[in-house]
Structure formats: C-alpha cells, structure tokens
C-alpha cells in the first residue's frame, strides 16, 4: 500500500467518526450548558489520553513545540467544540454540518501558511468551487432556516478548526497523530477540568439519556479517537489532498442526522453530493 493511499484511508476513517460529532453536539446541547459540555469533552478526552501516552510511547514534543500544541488545542479543543455548541442553539444539526464543507479550504489554506505546501492553481479552483457548493447549500435553506448568529458562530469554528487541523498535520510528521492529540488535550487537561467544575450544572438529574451518549461521542470518538486517525492521514497524505475529503462529511453526517434525529435527506443533498465529489477527485489530482 502507498503512503499516499495509506494517508486516504485514514483520513476517510477520521471523516466517519467526525461526521458524527454535530448530531451528536446537536443532542448533548440539549441537556447541557454549552461551555460545560466542551469544558467536559476536553476534561474526558483528556483524562483518557494521559495514561495512554505511557502506555503507547512515542516521539515526545520538544519544548519548541509546545506552542504548537497550543494552537492545536486553541483550536480544537477548545475553539470549534464550544464554537459549534453555540452555533446550534441557533440553527439545526443539518444546517450546521453543511458549513463542515467550507473546512477543506480553511484546512489547505492554513496548510499553505503553516506546512510549507504548495498546491497547484487548479487545486484552488476545485476547492473553492466545492466549498462554494456546499456553502450554497446551507445558505439556501434546504439544511435548516438561515440565521445569521448560526451561521457567523459556524464559519468562526471551521476558521478554528482548519488552523488546527493544519497546526497538527504539520506536527504529526514527526510525532505521529496519536501523538499530536494526545499531548493537546493532555496540555489543556488542568483549565478543562477546573472550568467543567465551575460551570456544571447544580443537579444532573433533568439530563435525558440521550444528552449523556452525546457527550460520551464527542468525549471519547470526536475529540480524541477521530484525531488519532485524522492526523495519521494528513501527515502520510498530504494536507491539501487528503483535507478535501472533509467535503465528504457534510453528507455523511446529513445521513446520520436523518437517521438519529429524524431530518428529512432530500434529493438536492444527493445532487450536490455527487457534484462534490467530483470537486474532491480534481483537488486531489493537483493537490501536489
């Protein structure tokens, strides 16, 4: 197997699990205070990762890396959890994992600034072709009812999040993405756990059970098994190119919200699938 295909294949195993994670958000935030539900996600993940790191040794981060750790975690562990979580007290789950299309872009875009590719020109066009696809998807209405709130908070999170996605993928070619996620949430563990304390709730007693699965998705799948594969393959397939499988997860987790949540799938989502895809084929051919 090439390192290339290696590289997809991790990747496309981050974008199932990650594809999950606002259906999920969507119900946890129903029972829980937003801030304390990424405070507390951050706080599992993190008790989680710290005896793995001894159990499963690796490449340690030199004291020239913590700062990128610290982006990392600025970005996804603190930034685009809690970011989404507001988000979508304003607009639906659909509506909001639309706006995951525009994340390829932010992705390549931080990639280009942070990991020293250079993609070729087509390259951009496909990517902002695609991202203006799914972006006129969830602007049209189809995903849920525009609201200007929702929609600021989402694209501030895919903002968040590309930064992030790209800090890590640089950082994982010597760490390994195991790695990368494990010492993030490890470093943001302390002010995780101290501000889950501060803002839980005064009883847990109306939380629904659905609520407590949510945040047990995105605590241990979302925030930190996701991850691992993730940036496994950005660091083997390349930023650019393995970042525009993230146009594919828009319509993965459609799918899963209609499953879980009841939202109906209709067939403008299957026509601007396969439009997409086509997107995510041309990028990668001159990602490189």
């Known amino acids: 197997m090439t390192r290339t295909m290696e590289g997809l294949i991790n990747g496309m195993l981050g974008v199932l699990i990650f594809s999950a994670s606002l259906p999920a958000t969507r119900v946890a935030v129903a029972g829980f205070d937003p801030l304390f539900l990424t405070t507390a996600r951050g706080a599992i993940a993190g008790l989680l990762a710290l005896p793995l790191v001894f159990l499963f ?3 340690r981060p030199r004291r020239d ?4 750790l610290v982006v990392i975690a600025l970005g996804v562990v603190v930034g685009f959890p809690l970011l989404t979580a507001l988000a979508l007290q304003h607009i639906t789950s659909a ?3 639309v706006y995951i299309g525009l994340l390829p872009l932010a992705t390549a875009t931080f990639g280009v600034l942070r990991g020293g590719e250079r993609p070729k020109p087509a390259f951009w066009a496909f990517s902002v072709l695609g991202s203006a696809m799914v972006a006129g998807y969830a602007l049209s209405g189809k995903g849920g009812e525009v609201s200007l709130i929702g929609g600021g908070l989402m694209l501030a999170a895919v903002i968040a999040c590309g930064l992030g996605y790209a800090e890590g993928a640089r950082l994982s070619r010597r760490l390994g993405g195991f790695q990368v996620i494990a ?3 490890i470093l943001s563990l302390p002010v995780m756990v101290v501000l889950a304390l501060v803002t ?3 009883t847990f007693g109306g939380v629904g059970e659905a609520a407590w699965l949510g945040l047990a998705y995105v605590s241990l799948f979302s925030m930190l098994i996701g991850f691992i594969f993730w940036y496994r393959g950005l660091a083997l397939g390349g930023i650019a190119a393995v970042g525009q499988l993230q146009l594919l997860q828009p319509f ?3 799918a899963l919200a209609a499953g ?3 939202e109906a799938v209709s067939w403008s989502m299957a026509a601007v699938t ?3 895809v086509g997107c995510v084929a041309g990028a990668r051919r001159f990602a490189r």
């Open 274 to 276: 396969v439009a997409v």
């Open 65 to 68: 890396e913590i700062a990128s």
């Open 200 to 202: 839980r709730p005064a």
């Open 57 to 59: 040794p690796g490449a």
């Open 260 to 262: 879980l949540l009841g």
């Open 95 to 97: 509506h909001s994992i």
């Open 252 to 254: 993965f987790g459609l």
């Open 183 to 185: 010492w993030a949430l």
